[in-house]
Structure formats: C-alpha cells, structure tokens
C-alpha cells in the first residue's frame, strides 16, 4: 500500500457552474448548425464530451446534450441558443441551479468511482473524453475523466452532501483495491 | 442481475442502471373502445415460459424508454431496439426463430 | 489429550507467540493458526454444543465446511456469532466464545435433551405443538425460542466500515489450488483479464498437504513458481481472503473479502464486496470430504480423514495419540501415512472394502500399521472425547469384534466436488455411481446473456480427485474457457502432476449396513442441527419422498453449514429409504452465498449519514438552524413544524397555522416538482396528460390540473402555468416530481413519439417559497420590485420580475384559503429570498410554517391531497373533481377507465366533510364508519372511512374528510367511528369546505 495516510483523491465541492439542458434532434443538420453557431462547439459523439476553453458539450441521450459553461453566463447563452434554433423543435434551459459540481483528483480516482459505480472504469474501458452517466450508489450521476488522475462529477443539489459523503467514504486513505 | 444493451446509449447496462417497464407492444385502447379491448389491453399480459418482449428504461443513464426481447427460462436476450416501434426488427424476429424454432412467433 | 507437536506445521510461525481467549480462558497460540488448531494445540477439544440435543461438539473439518465449531468473535458491538473457528485466523488478543450451552460449555442443562432423544424425532416441533392452537404462541414457542438460537445477535451498532467494489473480468476462477492457478496461468497468458479468488490466506489448497509432484517438483515448489509468474501478469489480479460467494445471472458474482478479519485495525473496511461482471467463472472448487455414519461419529474427536492431517502437516496439531482411520476409499490413507510420519500412533485403518491393495494403502502396510478390510465402527465410546471404537464387520448388524482404545477417529466417506456456483445458476448434475458423487454436467452448463455457456468448472470440482487428473482437467478447462471468450489459445503447456494411482471406492452409507435402530439413532448426518440417520428414515416412512421436503422437516442441511457435509449421505438414506435412486430423488438446491457472509459487506457503505441519499432544498440549513421538527417526504427532509422552547408539536403547529391565517406565513415548497413542457405539440399533449384541459389556458394564467393513471385512478395533481405559446410549467406533487416526469417521458416515448414536445425537470432549479396570509401582499410590497397588486397580478395570475434584486417568478395561488403568492427563484438565491421575506416580514409578526399547518389549511379549505385522499383506487370523481373533467375532450389518460362500469356505479364511496359531534374529539386516521350487519365473513360492515383528520385551531374544533357510501346525499347524518382503544367517536357528515365558504379571503 502507498500513503496510508493519504485520501486515494481528494474531493472538492466545485462553485456554481453554468449548465444548460439542450433537446433536439442531436443528428439534424440545422440543429447542429444551431449548437455550433451559438456555443462554438461541435455535437458530441454518442457518450462523448468535447471542451474549448470554458465551455464543455456532453452527450447526454440521442436528443439531449448538457453545455457547461460560465455560471454567470448561461442566460445569456441560453438565449443565443434559442435564438438560433428559431423555428426548430429544439430546446435550451438554464439548469445551473439544478446541479451540483465535484471534482476528484488524487491517482487512484478510479477505485473511487469504481466503489460506487455498476461501470468498468479501467484504463481500457473507460478513458478521456467519455462522459457516463449512471448510478452513484443510490443517486444519478455523470461523471468523466478530466485527465489521468482526476475527474469531474454532476449530480442533482439536493444530494450534493450524498454525493460528497459516499466520494470521501470512497476515497478514505488505505482502501486502495489494486484492480487497476 | 441482468445486462441490458441500451440501444441509444452503446452502454451494456447493469440491471440496477435500469427500470422495467413490463410488455411491449401493447396496443392502446382509448375511449369508444369495446370493454372487451379495453379489459385485454389493460389487463391480460401473456406472462409466457420463453421469448418474451419486455420495456426498460435506462433510468439511470439516458432516461430513455427501449424494448428488449428475453427468454424468461434461461435470461438469454436476443436483441434490444428502440422504443419507437409497435412490432420488432424483422431482423430480431428472424434471429429468434433461428435459436427457437418452436417458437410461436411475437403475435 | 489433543496438543502441539514439536515438529512440522508448515503454516505457523513458530516462532511468534498470539495470546488469545476462549471462554475468558487465555491462550496462546502461533500466528498462522486458525482459531480452530490453536484450541487444539491447546487441548480445548469441547467447542459447542449442537442445536437441538446441546451434545458437546469438537471441530470436525478444517474448512468452511465445519458445522460444528462455532464461536462467538469479539464483544460487544464488535461481536459476531457464528464465526467458524476453522477459517477464523488467529490474531493477538483474538476473544472467543462458545455458544449455545447454559450456564456453561462444560455442563450443559440442555445437554438433557439428548436423554429424551426418543421423543424428540425428526417433525417433533410439529406434530406436538400444532394442538391447541393459541398454546403455540403463547406457551410453546416462547419456550423453545429461549433455548434454541445459535449465538446472540448483537445488540449495538455495528462500528466497522464495508465497502463494494465493481469489477469487471473476462475470467474469475474460484478457488486457488493447483488447478485454480494453472487455469489462471493458461487464461493469463491468453490475454484474458482474470481475477483468482482464493478464501484461505494462501495459495496452492489441499494438494499442498496431499502431497505428489508437479513437473517433477514438489507441489510447493510449483505452487510458489506459478504464483510468481501470475503476479508478473498486468492482466491478472490474485486476491486471497477472498471467497467466491454467488454467481447469478448474466456472469455478475460475489467475492467476499475478508481484508482485516485476520488483523484488525480501526478505520479500514472490514469486509469488500466485489461485485463482478465476469465474461465467465470458472470454478476451481475443489472437493468436500464426506462424513461416515456410524454411531457416535459425533463425539468428539472423530473428525474428517482430510482434517487430521491438515492438522497436523499444516499447524503441528495432533488430535490425540491414537488415532483410528475409517474409510471406504484410498485417499484416507493419507492420514494414516502423515499421522504416522509426524511421530502418532495409527492402531488401525478400518476400510469398509472388503479388499484393499492399492499403492497408498500398501503403503500403510509396509509401515506395519494394521489394516482390517471389510470392517466398520460398529459405534464410538466416549462423551466429551473419543475414548475407543468397537470394531464390527461392515456386512453385518453392529456386533462387536474388538474394542480398540483411541483418542481420535479419522472418517473418509469419499469427496463431493464442490459443484455450487455451477448450480447457482443453473447448471446440472449427473450421478456418477462408481465415484458416488454428484459432476457437473458440462452438456447442461450454465449459460449467459447471450445462451453461450459462461461458466467451467474444473479439477477436483469437475470430479478429477487425482492430482495428475485435476491438472490435466485444469488445463483443458482453462483451454475452454479460452476458446469461448474468443481469444487466442497460448502455448502453456499442460502440467504434469504424479501421485500415488488410487483405487475405487466403495459407496458406503451407514456403517455397518445392517446396524439396528438403536445405533441408526446415533448416527449424525447433520452434527449442527443434530439429525440423524433414524430422522431421515423416519422421515421416508411418513411419506417425505421429495428431498426438498425431507431437507424442511427433519431440517437435515438447513444448518449453517448449509448441508456441506450433510446433504449427499442424508440424499443417499432417504433414496435407500423410500427405494429410488439417487439421481431419482434428486438433490437440493445450491444458493448463495457460498457460505454467509457479514451483512455489513451487503450494505457496503450505505449506513449512518449515508445509509440512503437525503435531499435537502436549498433552505435545509435555515430550518436546521431555527430548529425545524423534520418530516420525510419520499426522500427529502420537509419541516412539520418549527417547536418553539417549551412548546410542543401540536402547539407549534397551532401557532402556525393561526398566525398564519391572522398575520403572515411562510412555507418552503422547494420541492413541489416543475416540470417544463415545451414544443408545438405541448398543449395537445398535456390535455392527454391533465383530466382538465390545458391547451386553452391563456399565458400568464395558472390552472389546477388532475392527473390519472391509464386505470381512471387519481395519481397527481398541482397548478399548470402557461408561460408562452409553446411552454408549459407543470407542478407536481412533492413525492411526484420524478414519477411524473417518467410518466411523461413514458407516454412521449412509447406511445405517441411524433408528438414534438420536450420536457425538463426543473425541480431543484428553483426555490420556490409560499407567501401566506392577509399580509403577504404588503411584504412583497415591501421588498420594492414587482407590481404584485390585485390588478397587476390577479388570483390564478402568474408573473417574471425581481424582488428586493432577485429575480422571481410569482404565481398568484393558495392551497390556503389565504391570500398567497408562490415565489420561485434560482435555487442559489433561495435562501437569500427566504431571509429578506422573514426581514421584511417582521412587520408583519412572520413565522415559518411547516408541512403538518399546510395539511391543516387545506384541510380547514376542503382541498384534497395525494396520499390522504387517494390511495390508488380513487377516481376525481370520487371526490367531487367533475369540475376538473373536461367533457369537452375526446381523449385523455383514464377516461376510458373511468367510464366502466365500475367506476360509474353510484355505490362508489364518496368524498364528505366529517365534523365531529363532540368538538374537542379528533377522529382516527384510516378510521372506518360502521354500518349494520355483517359480511360473509361474519366482519362489520362498514359505509366509509377517514382520509384525513385533524384538530382545526382555525375553527377549534376536530374536522376530517372522509369517502362515504352516498355521501354527498346525506348531510346532516351521524356515523360512528370505533377507535382501536375500544372507543366510538361520532361525526356528522357535512361539506368538506369548513373554511371561508365563498373564497373571499383569497380574493382580496
């Protein structure tokens, strides 16, 4: 075992982040143009999430994507997003209230996630640019690995203080499994 | 615990990701209908020993509603597909009766 | 005397000293010791007493098989009951107790019961206690529940952590022995990812102790060799103290590990439950030796062939001096030969065959210990340790030959592959007559997601006992697991594995084969829950011909061994009993888990703060901090009620409600649900969603809409606002939120897919804040901002703007009667709102009211609520709802329903208003209304029942709803509500409007 005394990633409480549901039609032209025209960024791929420097676009189901930006920003974006869908069926709302944000740092992120999460999260199976959403224990969540020993996670508000006890009790130091 | 395929996800999902939602392809009786419609659609299920067409949602995960075709004797799924038909793949239907040549057909 | 011998052990350290205590006693033993060969080494051979008779028990085996030796581990919240003393590895300061004796291990009162054996046969409990009935409950049972229980459950709050793992692997063998290990090896080197699960804490299993060669080393050698190849495999993860616990359907299984059991240290988790996705198990199980029935083969000092010599080869334990092997195959010879090689004495080796002359015991003959062929036990001396055993012929009835003095009895009935996680889901067996044992059936494997068979089973497991065969067998097994995963085959070679060849056995059931009732009756199959080979009989001659039944009523195998050691020779008396073959009669079933497990490890991290998930609205800390009395609302804390010091409840509650009525109130209904319905199809579709219509409401209005199921059934219901053309924002109940949003998303997906609508859940994206009370209107006022005025924001009126800087949404509603504005706010600015209303309202007297006023005023109003007045097998119509009906619509969710006949009938109970005749008296929840007669079951009838019931401080005075046989005709009528307590309280029927009739108080 390495650091007894060291958590297997550390687990922060991010600030309020910008967040906006998108529906609609995730392989129609004009609905992309629309995404790209109003955040920059290109559709994600089925289960992907490509980031441009504040900005970050999941796929979230074949009609909904969640873009993640400024807090501050998200009506703004909102509007220029609904503005460029026009006539389109398609939808954009500010779900920034409705979210909590947690990052995990630490090498062994991935027995954190692994300990309460039904998915395979080894190297080869689950690596960058994927984004998951699935159980976390008890409670939905998505989360993706920002880089090699970190990773981000959402869940609903009400169960940020769930959310943040399971990860701690997750990571507590000298409970690493030693799959991966 | 079974494992699901969602067909809108790609994700082979863990029974606890999920939500059954019963049989599929039931066909909706709404007002005006006989009682005798109304009483089968509403009811009558047909529960069978073998190749059964079921609904899950991937609750946690996408939330989206697909349908999936199981043997309820030996668990063995022959194939999910999405939730926006009301009969299966013809596909499916062929692959079924190639493993189960007994079998009555989805009617 | 059973103790330690100068030599050998090759599992202890001899050199460390671990002091623990058995019964208070304090004992020392070595590290590396179970708990089992330390008490040997010891001499405390006595360590329980069985179940049913309390007969003093010794360890039988050295597994996980033993049904005997159970303890209780450690005190207080840390005690476990149960533990077996064989798989329990000794550890400084380790505290043990016996269990399941009064008032001492030593002397036993309830030992008593084995004098009246007789009359306490196998459906004993049955057939006595069923006559007269009502003694069951109140006489019998009492009784036996006071002597009967194996060890006490903790008391207090268990302290250790647990935590689950999900893995996910190609490959999990079970088991790592030699074939365990050389299928991982083979399945590594093919590039498979395999995880080894091993329960003890070492690798290499029995053959390690059995002896013979592999690849012309010794096993050890090769043991050691492999392990170190397979740790140098990225791809493979070895994990000892880690037992396979269940495979179940679509290759998900259970692996146990025991990570500090063995060294306890505080705050790391006791036990992880692995909780794997395995492409395929393949067990490498190996076998469980079976007992012989001869009388008394539960005293004491008799114990399997294969567990004396792993005392002594693996601890340097000796069970006594003398020791006197019994067998009906060559692989009991084993022990003959290792007791024999550590220094004891062997006085005879009694084979049941009537001939012997195979390598092994050749052996045993060479090293001029006695053989006696075609003998048996014909019963064992002894209580509380063997003293000596009769010899008899096994053909014959019991007569004895000669009395040969022992201390221990060495009994071999032959090994059944342990075939468990084969079963589990479902893969068969087939009777292997010459080798009496049940195989598994490879034509009938388990199969998986796909019906591709995802489980192999290899070795002693697969029916090879030889070590050559279990190698070969492993790695063909290992080839074949290969194969089906698709990979390509390696080059491992197939190791060789030399052993002395042995002869058959011969299948050996009750020994001697004609002994008389008297020794059949002291013949244990099951030694925990003491049943004996006469229960069995006994049992068939009753008529218990199924072994399912046999296993319930004589609760052969129902210990918590599970019939590891029981379940073939209790299978093998009942087929000779009732006449059938074995395979006829069949086996029981094999569940997990494999052996128990902690149900700490099934609760993983779920306990204490986060044993479910806790919701909490963005105002959860002011309501902590002003003291909030907390109601659970599905899985959201809501205050009932905010208690002042020295008030209580009801006072609190009172208060609430009247300062709410008179001055100011205010509730946080952050979780009523909000759901955003958008799109060109938005309006059709929530006319098929509401029983009211939707699609004609104006924006900027508000309508209270009613859900229902397909089945006509009340499901939801709350206030719909349209926010331009295409949107809609629907509330829901607060237990409703989620529900409804799938039941959308259900009828939008699966049903009417062209419909283009989108639909969000907003719950948690707002706080949402009810301003109550005839000053509401001057606190917002107040806060500067919106235009909140009659004529700006009429009743049913919705409006965006800002207050005191916030941006808002208010929606001009009660669920009060009051004049009342519910305020919506990005959930980050809620508690800010929150504090300026409770600022600005001090003007006003505000107080914060909790769930159990707002219960009150709609009560006080006549406003039903989901949950009091439906309970799903309500319609609105049941409740004077036609109102919200539309006639109009062609179609919406449960019209077609609510127009069976059923429903229509006018006998349906209908919703009324109760007051109660004597003003102070409040009626019972759930209460019902009598009626004359009785039904055909001889029980009351009844004519309607309470919803909901409450003490009105509005109206000082109880007030209750109801639904009522023809309700609504009989104002003014009288019904009696019995109480459990033997009371009658009596209510008039009247309108369930109590309060401000006319609505002139919400309309100002």
Known sequence: MSDVMAPLATVTALPAQGMITIRGNLKDAGFIAAVKSASGLDVPAQRQIVTQKELALAWMSPDELLLLCGYEDAPALTNAMTEAFGDQFAMAVVVSDARAVFDLEGPKVRDVLGKLAPVDMAPGSFGHGE????????VAAAFWLTCDDSARLVCFRSVAQYAEDLLKTSAKPGTEVGYF | MLILECPYCGVKADETELHGGGEAHLKRYGPGSSDADFEGYLFHRKNPKGVHFERWRHVNGCGKWFHAARCTATLEVFGTYPAQVTAPPKALINKIKKKRPDWEGWT | MSTRLATGGRLIDRNSRVEFTFNGKRFTGHSGDTLASALLANDQMLMGRSFKYHRPRSVIASGPEEANALVALGHDAKMEPNARATT?????????????????????????????????????????FIHPRPFWKHVFEPFIRQSAGLGPAPKQKDPDRYEHFYAFADLVIIGGGVAGLHAARVAGEAGLRVIVM????????????????????????????????????????????????????????????????????????????????????????????????????????????????????????????????????????????????????????????????????????????????????????????????????????????????????AMSGGWSPIVHFWSHTGGKLTWDADAA??????????????????????????????????????????????????????????????????????????????????????????????VKVSDVQLAAREGYESVEHTKRYTTLGMATDQGKLSNINGLAILSDAIGADIPKVGTTTFRPPYTPISMGSIAGEARGEIFQPLRRTPMHEWHEDNKAYWEPVGQWRRPYCYPRSGETHTEAVNREVINTRENLGLLDASTLGKLLVKGPDAGKFLDLMYTNMMSNLKVGRCRYGLMCSENGFLSDDGVVARIDEDTWLCHTTSGG????????????????????????????????????????????????????????????????????????????????????????????????????????????????YGTEALHIMRAEKGFIMIGDETDGTVIPQDLGLNWAISKKKEDFIGKRAQERTFMTNPDRWKLVGL???????????????TADGANGNGQGNVQGRVTSTYFSPTLNRGIAMGLVHHGPERMGDVLDFPTTDGRVIKAKIVDPVFYDKDGEKQNV
Request: hydrophobic share 40%.
């Open chain 1, 131 to 138: 984004i998951r959403r699935t159980r976390l224990a008890q």
């Open chain 3, 88 to 128: 329990t590895e000794l550890f400084e300061g380790l505290s043990a107790k016996s269990q399941n004796h009064w008032p001492s291990l030593d002397y036993d009162i309830g030992a008593l019961n084995t004098a009246i054996a007789r009359f306490l046969p196998a459906g004993f409990y049955y057939k006595t």
């Open chain 3, 198 to 409: 091993e329960q003890t804490s070492a690798w290499g299993g029995r053959s390690l102790v059995d002896g013979g060669t592999i690849e012309g080393v010794s096993v050890e050698a090769w043991v050691n060799a492999t392990v170190e190849a397979l740790e140098s495999m990225e791809n493979v993860t070895l994990r000892l103290r880690c037992m396979g616990a269940g495979v179940y359907d679509h290759g998900y299984m259970l692996g146990y590990e025991r990570l500090t059991d063995h060294a306890p240290v505080d705050d790391m988790p006791r036990h992880r439950l692995w909780r794997v996705r395995a492409g395929q198990v393949l067990s490498a199980t190996g076998a469980v030796e079976r007992p012989l029935s001869f009388a008394g083969n539960d005293v004491p000092g008799v114990m399997l062939a294969s567990a004396l010599r792993d005392y002594v080869v693996n601890f340097g334990v000796s069970a006594g001096d003398r020791t006197v092997v019994v067998t009906n195959n060559d692989d009991a010879y084993r022990t003959a030969i290792a007791l024999h090689e550590a220094g004891l004495s062997v006085p005879a080796v009694i084979d049941a065959r009537s001939e012997t002359d195979g390598e092994l015991p050749n052996k045993v003959r060479d090293l001029g210990i006695r053989v006696e062929t075609g003998k048996a036990i014909a019963k064992v001396k002894g209580g509380k340790r063997v003293k000596s055993v009769g010899l008899c012929l096994q053909a014959g009835e019991g007569a004895v030959l000669e009395e040969i003095p022992c201390e221990a009895v």
């Open chain 3, 437 to 530: 044992m049940f195989r598994p059936d490879h034509a009938r494997a388990p199969t998986g997601e796909e019906g591709q068979q995802n489980q192999g089973i290899a070795g002693a497991a697969n029916g090879e006992m030889t070590l050559g065969a279990a190698l070969s067998d492993a790695h063909a097994q290992a080839r074949e697991a290969v194969k089906r995963a698709k990979a390509k085959l390696p080059g491992t070679a197939s190791p060789k594995g030399e052993a002395p060849a042995e002869a058959p056995l011969a299948p050996v059931w009750i020994m001697p084969q004609g002994a008389n009732a008297k020794l059949r009756a002291k013949m244990w199959l099951d030694f925990q829950n003491d």
């Open chain 3, 737 to 848: 939120a989620d529900r409804i949003h799938a039941h959308m998303e259900e009828w939008l997906q699966t049903e009417w897919w062209d419909m283009k609508v989108h639909v969000a859940n907003l719950t948690e994206q707002y706080a949402q804040i009810a301003v109550v009370g005839p000053h509401a209107r001057d606190v917002l006022e107040d806060l500067d901002g919106m235009d909140v005025s009659k004529e700006a924001l009429g009743f049913m009126d919705w409006a965006d703007g800002e207050l005191a800087g916030i941006p808002v949404r208010v929606f001009r509603i009660s669920f009060s009667g009051e004049l009342s504005y519910e305020i919506a706010t990005p959930a980050a600015r809620g508690l800010e709102l929150w504090e300026k209303l409770h600022e600005a309202g001090k003007a006003y007297g505000v107080m914060a």
């Open chain 3, 915 to 929: 007051e109660t005749v004597v003003p102070e008296e409040v009626l019972t929840d759930g209460a019902y209304a």
